[in-house]
């Protein structure tokens, strides 16, 4: 059996292929313009691990198992794999390297899988034409031929591989004319092609035939790193560089460190990011590792109520910046006012559900909250309505103004005494009340319950009462980073007067700003948020429920709570054990795939006028479950939720309550 | 001469506030034993004079000048400062309007003789009189001693003392000279305006009757709107209202919203979350309707109805057509 | 230019207040303290009168309080833009008297020659209105109180001065002036962290009030101060719908005056 020979000269245009695809892949490079990252460290076990699960895998391209998309993807991916895999085959089979230990051409399982694989790609590629140009999905470019700044657009390079794909079928047909192994008919596809015209017809063809698809490939190749074939490369070196754990967490700036120093010049230093060289290499290779794939933007509880932020508009926007300034030699001064402008940075609710989604890793948040700490700490410009916010938490210690030396009224006033760790010193639990819980008429009734479960199950705990102090979540979403540090040293500095084993709190908010970020200020303490421990206390039998309510139930699950730190089952064991049959019903987007009340990111503060209530929203998603509770477990999401209520005129037949209002019911 | 009231004018006749100014003065005058003249100068002078001379005071003071023919805040203090030396009263006093703002303590100033301002009401003590007035967000009252003979400037705050008290009389009309140099008249002014409003601002109300979900469907609107018209009130909304679309975002109050202090805020249906109360609860007086006992807004209303808006509402509204 | 700005720093809107013993100021360790709201509009109109003009000039920020508490709204106000500062150190019990407050900040800043003096038209506190006025009085420089919107005019001030129900008046007074600003004239910036750090570096020149040489003494006096009604309790209107309508309009009336 012959293997056909391949010419010498075509592998000088090989070589030629391989200098212009290097070339064209020194855009890499552009990330050097971007900071080092002293906190980044790369594991090589869960890189590998990261490389197996999202990118050969490629697990969230399957988030919803069979949709169009998906089915698409895994055509075009895995066809290609295959096709790769034979063409890697047949040139070191042709150059006799090997040949012991890889299949021949026309080996029946391998003449099968190929041509498999060629039909998988082609299908693959029709799909998507039909999905870009008549099913085109809101959020992806509408101009399907210009895309980002890919070459040929979308639409063009899809039908430069279909090209390849198709000649690549006719040049197979013509070796197997030519040649005519026994095991012909197992290119079951090239086979019958073969069999459309004469011997003569290929003969003459062939060789044609064989050149123009392989310098139309290499050709191909040349360009990848310039269409929206780069994704296959960029994003599998993004997926193998990302840490999973550094996921949604905002780097601290250690602005007190900054103020101390007595050379600090404040020109010379940047404040929040605007310019590329104040992003880091990895936030810029997130950019370009940016597959265009929309998934982001059509799970962002903004864009889905007509707010002008696409997340992938942003990350786009930025690798334009960083290709004009790295390829094209342009100034780029800064980029958030323009191309990105400040409402679409205000309107994120830092959910979290564009990261949750995007297939190729992409650490949208801290990128989005940085860009907000140059609009605040440098410009000075919060969004307006924020920024009383802002004042008022610096003024009194909490975003609504409310005096500092009223934070135990709700107490007080319900004649309530509450034991105080200035008094106590010590206890097992410190029981943050948070500022909602102590100001917010709403969450007040929330901050009795737990009191009501914390005195049932004879908790040893305590509160800090009056020595409460906003954590400074809603500042540093909001990018007011000096403030937020203020309020956490501060609050550290209290802590650390007392002596307790764990601090828990109702507001998912609280629970990862004190759990996950006071430790980049030596805070490190153990926190629980409430529905994990009332869900200990349950099973421990410390908490004794007598009465079960029969209402129908459903849970908001709450993105600082869920996405953010993974917890979706406390709350949910929690309500089912209050309930009669034990079982809550479950909304459309439950889980990771929730949706925002769209309080999260400092939106409590303020309003984008644009579009719906993000909570309007999601509060017809509860209506449509037909429950008469709607369970919450977070103060904003309380808030929203029952603002939303109001507004749907379900006051009659529906509530919202805390989980923890629902277990005080059933004690 | 004791008590001097210098009058304003407006729209030609005496200012509202002028009139509360005298009939304070009127009460004052009694309760200290001292008589109560008037002042008028400016360009409606000859009116003003007029309409006073029917008041109950001792004599009215016209002051002619063409340099007061316009607003000025020199001209002004300077025609009250003469006349005062001229006349040496005790006390002057002056409804603490806008424009009063203005140019009242420059005749503090000049005279170097003590302003007491926004005057609520007054305590005569024996020997010593005292003016009440309220500080710090309005939430305390002071009571503020002069401790120089007069004359002793008061302002008192618009509202503080009714006009319906003011008694009538008759009075002589008597003129006074007084020498202003136009040299010294260092501001000019133009003719007031009114401006187009884009929208209501209701910072500037003085009464706002305020809607939440309580109201229940939009056609119940009417009745708020005529409500709103017989009490010459703005309407405000809570959030839920605004986002349903029956009113422009202008109108509402709250933390999304406009901060809002008027002398009278009507709560109706309104439950009182906090994104709501933060933006009206510097209020001077907040009345609220709500079904809800334990609605958060009793928590920070003066007055409380439980009951049903769409039952009281009507009723309000006939009853306050008859008064 | 050079521009003054006077600002205080009060009690916040949300402070409790428990009167003193002497019944004579409030007790100020429950006090949240803020910036005066009208002072902050009349600092950013302040910043924006130099920015408007080519960024040529200073804005000296003045204000009169304990030197513990008060340097805290002054750096604030540098922060945002303020070129230095003068704090003159007062300490309880305060001046109440507008005329000496006034004649004591006259004497601080009487060799500032300013050509512009702006202020809160009143303090959230106090209330009086008049230090702005008197001030310009004892500096010799023409005023206008309320203002709402300020111009350069053929090397005048025209401002538009606030009346009530939404009239306004255009007023043209000549320089040096002393004007008091209304809230909401403009947006009032917020204090950026560069801007908090590059105020370090900028000169608060600290006075002790004793040090001022002030010739008058106090012409009025706080005689006692009180809560005018009882600690809020809601009053509950009850009866038929017929007896709360009739109540109620009495009560617009006689207690809230507004009908």
């Known amino acids: 059996m012959e293997t056909p020979h391949i010419p010498v000269i075509f592998y000088l245009f090989a070589i030629i292929a391989l200098v212009l695809f290097i070339y064209n892949i020194r855009k890499f490079l552009a990330i050097r313009i971007g900071k080092s990252d002293s906190d980044y460290k790369i594991k090589l076990i869960p890189a590998a691990l990261n490389l197996i699960y999202y990118g050969i895998l490629q697990r969230r391209v399957f988030r919803f198992k069979f949709s169009f998309a998906a089915v698409m993807h895994f055509l075009i991916g895995f066809g290609f794999f295959i096709l790769l895999y034979a063409t890697a085959v047949g040139t070191f089979v042709s150059r006799g390297w090997l040949i012991n230990f890889l299949p021949h051409l026309d080996t029946p399982w391998f003449a099968i899988l190929n041509d498999t694989g060629g039909l998988m790609v082609f299908i693959g590629i029709l799909m998507a034409l039909y999905r870009r140009h008549f099913n085109k999905p809101k959020s992806l470019p509408q101009d399907a031929f210009k895309g980002r700044g890919n070459l040929f657009g979308d639409t063009g390079i899809l039908l430069i591989i279909l090209f390849l794909v198709i000649g690549g079928y006719l040049a197979e047909a013509a070796r197997l004319a030519i040649q005519a192994p026994d095991t012909a008919q197992y290119s079951w596809i090239g086979y019958p092609i073969s069999k459309l015209f004469s011997f003569e017809f290929w003969n003459t063809a062939e060789q044609s035939l064989w050149w123009s698809h392989g310098i139309l490939s290499l050709m191909a190749i040349a360009i990848i790193p310039n269409t929206k074939i780069f994704h296959t490369i960029a994003s599998t070196i993004n997926i193998a560089l990302t840490e999973r754990d550094l996921r949604g967490k905002v780097k601290p700036m250690f602005v007190s460190k900054l103020m101390e120093d007595p050379d600090m010049d404040p020109d010379e230093i940047s404040l929040g990011s605007t310019k590329l060289e104040d992003f880091t290499w990895k936030q810029l290779l997130d950019s370009i590792a940016c597959t265009e794939c929309g998934r982001c933007t059509n799970v962002c509880p903004a864009y889905n109520t007509d707010k002008p932020l696409s997340p992938m508009k942003i990350i786009t926007d930025m690798r334009q910046e960083l290709y004009d300034k790295y390829l094209n030699k342009k100034e780029v001064d800064g980029i958030v006012g323009k191309p990105i402008t400040e409402t679409e940075l205000w309107s994120c609710t830092t959910c979290g559900a564009c990261t949750e989604v995007c297939p190729v890793l992409i650490n949208h948040i801290p990128t989005f909250t940085e860009m907000r700490r140059y609009l605040v700490l440098s410009e000075g410009k919060p969004h307006p309505q924020a920024a009383d916010s802002l004042e008022k938490t610096m003024n009194t210690g909490n975003p609504w103004g409310f005096s500092k030396s009223e934070r135990t009224k709700w107490a007080s006033d319900a004649g309530i005494e ?22 917010d008429p709403r969450n007040q009734k929330v901050a009795k319950a737990m009191v009501n479960i914390l005195e049932a199950a004879n908790v040893d705990y305590a509160v800090l009462g009056n020595e409460e102090s906003c954590t400074g979540d809603s500042a540093r979403r909001l990018g007011e980073e000096y403030l937020f540090e203020t309020m956490a040293l501060q609050n550290i500095e209290t ?46 039998g410390k908490l004794k429920l007598n009465k079960y309510l029969d209402n129908k139930i459903t849970y908001h699950d709450a993105c600082y709570l869920g996405r953010h730190n993974g917890e979706y089952e406390a709350p949910r064991n929690v309500i089912n054990s209050v309930i009669k049959d034990g079982k809550l019903i479950e909304m459309e987007r439950n889980r990771k795939n929730s949706f925002c009340c769209g309080a999260g990111g400092g939106n409590m503060w303020y309003d984008i006028e644009d579009g719906e209530r993000i909570n309007s929203v999601r509060f017809q998603e509860a209506i449509d479950t037909e429950v008469d509770v709607v369970a919450t477990a977070c103060s904003f999401c309380t808030i929203m939720m029952d603002d939303a209520l109001k507004v749907k005129g379900k006051e009659d037949s529906m509530q919202v309550l805390d989980i923890a209002e629902l277990v005080a019911k059933a004690l | 001469m004791d008590i001097l009231v210098v009058l304003e004018g407006a729209n030609g006749a005496i200012h509202r506030i002028s009139k509360e100014a005298v009939a304070a003065a009127q009460a004052l005058g009694k ?34 000048d063409e340099n007061l023919n316009n607003y000025s805040a020199d001209a002004y203090a300077e025609t009250i400062k003469q006349v005062v030396e001229k006349e040496s009263p005790k006390y002057v006093i002056m409804g603490y309007s806008y424009l009063v703002r203005d140019f009242f303590p420059k005749v503090s100033a000049r005279l170097q003789k003590p302003l007491i301002t926004d005057v609520i009401g007054y305590k005569a003590d024996g020997g010593k009189t005292l003016f009440a007035k309220q500080v710090i967000h309005g939430k305390l009252t002071v009571d503020i001693e002069s401790k120089v003979d007069g004359p002793v400037l008061i302002g008192f705050q618009s509202a503080a003392y009714s006009e319906d008290n003011l008694e009538s009389g008759s009075a002589e009309v008597r003129t006074v000279a007084v020498t202003l140099d136009p040299a010294q008249l260092k501001t000019t002014s133009e003719e007031p305006f009114q401006e187009e409003s884009g929208g209501v601002d209701l910072t500037a109300a003085d009464k706002i009757v305020s809607i939440g979900r309580g109201i229940g469907k939009e056609e119940n609107m009417s009745l708020i709107n005529d409500l709103a018209a017989v009490l010459k009130a703005e309407i405000g909304a809570s959030r839920p209202i605004v986002d349903s679309g029956w009113l422009p975002n202008s109108n509402q109050v709250g933390s999304s919203g406009q901060s809002v202090t008027p002398n009278l805020y009507l709560a109706l249906g309104i439950s009182g979350a906090i994104q709501h109360v933060v933006g009206m609860k510097g209020s001077k007086n907040i009345v609220a309707i709500n079904r809800d006992p334990d609605a958060p807004i009793f928590e920070v209303a003066d007055y409380g109805v439980v009951g049903d808006i769409l039952e009281i509402v009507p009723k309000l509204t006939e009853a306050l057509k008859n008064q | 230019m050079k521009i003054g700005v006077l600002v205080k720093q009060v009690a916040g809107n949300e402070s409790p207040l428990r009167i003193d013993s002497n019944e004579q100021w409030v007790d100020e360790g429950s006090i949240d303290f803020a910036t005066n709201e009208s002072d902050s509009y009349a600092l950013e109109e302040a910043l924006q009168i130099i920015e408007r003009s080519g960024g040529e000039g200073e804005v000296v920020v003045i204000s009169m309080g304990p030197a513990d508490r008060t340097p805290k709204i002054i750096r604030e106000a540098l922060a945002k833009g303020g ?24 004497e601080a800043v009487k060799d500032e020659s300013f050509d512009l003096i702006l202020s809160g038209l009143q303090s959230d506190d106090l209330g009086s209105g008049q230090t702005g006025v008197i001030l310009g009085e004892l500096l010799g420089m023409s005023t206008a109180t309320l203002v ?13 001065r606030e009346l009530e129900s939404g009239w306004f008046q255009w007023v043209t007074l000549p320089f040096p002036a002393c004007i008091t600003i209304q809230s909401g004239l403009n947006q009032p910036r917020y204090p950026s962290l560069k801007g908090i750090m590059g105020a370090k570096k900028k000169e608060i020149k600290s006075i002790a009030k004793g040090d001022i040489n002030v010739s008058s003494t106090p012409m009025q006096e706080f005689s006692k101060l009180y809560l005018h009604k009882a600690e809020k309790r809601t009053e509950m209107i009850e009866g038929s719908a017929d007896q709360i309508v009739e109540k109620m309009v009495d009560i617009f009336k006689k207690e809230i005056k507004a009908i």
Request: net charge negative; charged share 25%.
């Open chain 2, 31 to 64: 309760d200290i034993n001292q008589k109560v003249s008037v002042l008028a100068f400016g360009k409606d002078s000859d009116n003003l004079s007029k309409e006073a001379s029917g008041f109950n005071v001792d004599e009215v003071i016209l002051v002619e």
């Open chain 3, 83 to 106: 070129h230095r500062a003068i704090h003159i150190q007062e300490e309880a019990p305060y001046e109440i008297d507008p005329f000496v407050i006034a004649s004591t900040f006259a």
């Open chain 1, 418 to 439: 509450l034991p105080l760790m200035s008094e106590k010193k010590e206890a097992e639990v410190l029981y943050w009340v948070g500022c909602a819980g102590a100001y």
């Open chain 3, 148 to 160: 709402m919107g300020v111009e350069l005019k053929d090397s005048k001030l025209r401002v538009k």
């Open chain 1, 495 to 540: 802590f650390n007067k007392y002596k307790f084993n764990k601090i828990i709190t109702p507001c998912p908010h609280c629970f990862h700003t004190l759990g996950n970020e006071y430790g980049d200020f030596e805070g490190n303490y153990e926190v629980q948020h409430h529905s994990q421990f009332i869900m200990e206390l349950i099973e421990d």
